[in-house]
C-alpha cells in the first residue's frame, strides 16, 4: 500500500470567523497530500499530463471529528490501498500533530481521461509502474 505523509501549517485565510480552518480547505489540504505522494513517486502530475492523461475528481467524501487552529502543524496521511484502474481511490487523514488528534477522513477519487478525447481510459502503464512496487 503506498502511504506518504505531508505536513502543513494552517494559514490564517484559511480560518473562518470562529478561527477554525474553514471546512472547505480540507479539500485544498487533502491535494497537497495527493500531489506530495505522486510527486514522491516520481510522477507529478506535470508528467501524467504531458504523457496525454487528466485526472479529474469524480468523489469526494469527508468527515470531522475535531476543529484544526489557526498556525497548527498537521499531518496529511494519504493512501493509496489499491492498484487503480479507470480511476484510483486516495484516502486521507489528517491529524493536528502537536495534539495528537484526527481532526479528519476522507477520500477522493479521480478518473484517468485519455487528454486528447476526454473519454474515460485505464490508467496508464507509467502510473501504475510508479506505483506498482508499494503493492508486491
Not at 506530495?36 to 506535470?46: A, D, F, Q, S
Not at 474515460?120 to 502503464?125: D, E, I, L
Request: glycine fraction near 4%.
Amino acid at each position: 500500500m503506498q502511504k506518504h505523509f505531508t505536513e502543513l501549517r494552517v494559514r490564517y485565510a484559511d480560518t473562518d470567523q470562529m478561527r477554525f480552518a474553514y471546512n472547505g480547505k480540507y479539500f485544498e489540504y487533502f491535494e497537497v497530500g495527493r500531489t506530495e505522494m505522486m510527486r514522491e513517486v516520481g510522477l507529478p502530475y506535470e508528467v501524467i499530463e504531458k504523457s496525454g492523461f487528466f485526472m479529474p475528481v469524480i468523489e469526494t467524501k469527508i468527515h470531522f471529528f475535531s476543529p484544526a487552529f489557526y498556525d497548527e502543524l498537521l499531518v496529511i496521511e494519504t493512501r493509496v490501498e489499491k492498484l487503480p484502474t479507470v480511476k484510483v481511490h486516495i484516502d486521507h487523514i489528517i491529524k493536528a500533530k502537536e495534539r495528537d488528534v484526527v481532526i479528519c477522513e476522507g477520500y477522493v477519487e479521480l478518473a484517468f481521461l485519455d487528454a486528447k478525447t476526454n473519454r474515460p481510459t485505464r490508467a496508464p502503464k507509467l502510473f501504475i509502474d510508479a506505483v506498482k512496487k508499494y503493492y508486491e
